[in-house]
Nanobody, 124 residues
Framework: QEELVESGGGSVQAGGSLRLSCTASRLEIRNYCMGWFRQAPGKEREAVAV???????NYPDSTADRFTISKDNQKNILYLQMNDLKPEDTAVYFC??????????????????WGQGTQVTISS
Protein backbone atom coordinates (compact mmCIF):
# COMPACT_ATOMS: atom_id res chain seq x y z
CA GLN A 1 0.00 0.00 0.00
CA GLU A 2 1.28 3.42 -0.94
CA GLU A 3 2.23 5.53 2.04
CA LEU A 4 3.68 8.92 2.93
CA VAL A 5 4.84 9.47 6.51
CA GLU A 6 5.77 12.91 7.80
CA SER A 7 8.05 13.62 10.75
CA GLY A 8 9.86 16.55 12.33
CA GLY A 9 6.96 18.67 13.51
CA GLY A 10 6.90 20.26 16.92
CA SER A 11 6.65 23.48 18.89
CA VAL A 12 9.13 26.32 18.56
CA GLN A 13 9.20 30.03 19.28
CA ALA A 14 8.82 32.63 16.59
CA GLY A 15 12.03 33.10 14.65
CA GLY A 16 13.02 29.48 15.08
CA SER A 17 13.48 26.71 12.55
CA LEU A 18 12.16 23.24 11.90
CA ARG A 19 12.95 20.60 9.30
CA LEU A 20 10.19 18.27 8.17
CA SER A 21 10.77 14.94 6.46
CA CYS A 22 8.42 12.79 4.42
CA THR A 23 9.31 9.17 3.73
CA ALA A 24 7.55 7.53 0.80
CA SER A 25 6.79 3.80 0.64
CA ARG A 26 5.65 2.06 -2.55
CA LEU A 27 5.60 5.51 -4.14
CA GLU A 28 8.50 6.81 -6.18
CA ILE A 29 9.16 10.53 -5.72
CA ARG A 30 11.87 10.82 -8.38
CA ASN A 31 9.67 11.38 -11.42
CA TYR A 32 6.70 13.19 -9.92
CA CYS A 33 5.65 16.49 -8.43
CA MET A 34 5.97 16.46 -4.66
CA GLY A 35 4.62 19.07 -2.34
CA TRP A 36 4.19 20.32 1.18
CA PHE A 37 0.84 21.74 2.19
CA ARG A 38 -0.58 22.99 5.45
CA GLN A 39 -3.97 23.43 7.02
CA ALA A 40 -4.79 25.58 10.01
CA PRO A 41 -8.05 25.20 11.95
CA GLY A 42 -10.94 26.71 10.04
CA LYS A 43 -8.84 27.36 6.94
CA GLU A 44 -8.42 25.63 3.60
CA ARG A 45 -5.41 23.50 2.83
CA GLU A 46 -2.72 25.59 1.14
CA ALA A 47 0.56 24.87 -0.56
CA VAL A 48 3.82 25.95 1.07
CA ALA A 49 6.29 24.44 -1.43
CA VAL A 50 6.40 22.07 -4.39
CA UNK A 51 9.23 20.44 -6.32
CA UNK A 52 9.31 18.92 -9.78
CA UNK A 53 11.09 15.80 -10.97
CA UNK A 54 13.96 17.88 -12.34
CA UNK A 55 14.27 19.87 -9.12
CA UNK A 56 12.48 23.08 -10.05
CA UNK A 57 10.68 24.53 -7.05
CA ASN A 58 7.68 26.77 -6.59
CA TYR A 59 6.52 28.64 -3.50
CA PRO A 60 3.66 30.95 -2.61
CA ASP A 61 4.65 34.45 -1.55
CA SER A 62 4.03 33.64 2.12
CA THR A 63 6.90 31.13 2.30
CA ALA A 64 9.17 31.94 -0.65
CA ASP A 65 11.95 33.59 1.34
CA ARG A 66 11.77 31.38 4.43
CA PHE A 67 11.03 27.78 3.37
CA THR A 68 13.12 25.44 1.22
CA ILE A 69 11.87 22.18 -0.28
CA SER A 70 14.30 19.47 -1.31
CA LYS A 71 14.37 15.74 -1.92
CA ASP A 72 16.66 12.75 -1.84
CA ASN A 73 15.63 10.54 -4.74
CA GLN A 74 17.87 7.69 -3.61
CA LYS A 75 16.31 7.56 -0.15
CA ASN A 76 12.84 8.48 -1.45
CA ILE A 77 12.53 11.25 1.15
CA LEU A 78 11.12 14.77 0.77
CA TYR A 79 12.25 17.59 3.06
CA LEU A 80 11.03 21.02 4.09
CA GLN A 81 13.41 23.40 5.84
CA MET A 82 11.46 26.15 7.57
CA ASN A 83 13.29 29.21 8.89
CA ASP A 84 12.16 32.40 10.59
CA LEU A 85 8.92 30.75 11.63
CA LYS A 86 5.96 32.93 12.54
CA PRO A 87 2.84 32.24 14.63
CA GLU A 88 0.80 32.27 11.42
CA ASP A 89 2.79 29.25 10.22
CA THR A 90 1.03 27.17 12.89
CA ALA A 91 -0.82 24.33 11.14
CA VAL A 92 -0.80 20.66 10.35
CA TYR A 93 1.72 20.09 7.56
CA PHE A 94 1.10 17.42 4.94
CA CYS A 95 3.32 15.78 2.37
CA UNK A 96 1.71 15.10 -1.02
CA UNK A 97 2.57 13.09 -4.14
CA UNK A 98 1.32 14.39 -7.43
CA UNK A 99 1.42 13.84 -11.18
CA UNK A 100 4.32 14.30 -13.55
CA UNK A 101 4.29 17.96 -14.61
CA UNK A 102 7.07 20.19 -15.93
CA UNK A 103 5.80 22.92 -13.61
CA UNK A 104 4.23 21.61 -10.45
CA UNK A 105 0.95 23.06 -9.30
CA UNK A 106 0.29 24.73 -5.97
CA UNK A 107 -3.29 23.44 -6.08
CA UNK A 108 -3.98 20.66 -3.59
CA UNK A 109 -6.48 18.86 -5.81
CA UNK A 110 -3.69 18.05 -8.28
CA UNK A 111 -2.05 15.75 -5.73
CA UNK A 112 -3.18 12.17 -5.36
CA UNK A 113 -1.53 10.73 -2.27
CA TRP A 114 -1.29 12.38 1.13
CA GLY A 115 0.40 11.72 4.41
CA GLN A 116 -1.34 11.90 7.78
CA GLY A 117 0.25 15.21 8.66
CA THR A 118 2.52 16.56 11.39
CA GLN A 119 1.66 19.42 13.73
CA VAL A 120 3.76 22.58 13.70
CA THR A 121 3.08 25.11 16.45
CA ILE A 122 4.83 28.47 16.61
CA SER A 123 4.53 30.56 19.76
CA SER A 124 5.05 34.31 19.88
Amino acid sequence: QEELVESGGGSVQAGGSLRLSCTASRLEIRNYCMGWFRQAPGKEREAVAVIADHGATNYPDSTADRFTISKDNQKNILYLQMNDLKPEDTAVYFCAHGPYDRICSLVASRYNYWGQGTQVTISS
